[in-house]
């Protein structure tokens, strides 16, 4: 037969999940730690967020009204 069994799918998906999480999860502890050993950054991202959530309400526009 062509394709995959049910349990080579499954698998795969473990496989992906898994794979994805340690991704993201390295990914934020290197973000945390950047942002941590650099305060005067996060003061700057904190006044940008604060200063763009102020005048927009709409959460599909604040990714591009933030240029840092």
Do not use: Q
């Amino acid at each position: 037969p062509d394709g995959l069994t049910r349990a080579e799918v499954e698998d795969n998906i473990i496989t992906f999940i898994g794979a994805g999480h340690e991704t993201t999860a390295r990914a934020l502890g290197w973000t945390l730690y950047c942002l941590a050993e650099a305060p005067w950054e996060r003061e700057r991202i904190e006044r940008e967020i604060d200063a763009v959530l102020a005048r927009e309400p709409d959460p599909t526009k604040w990714l591009d009204a933030m240029p840092f």
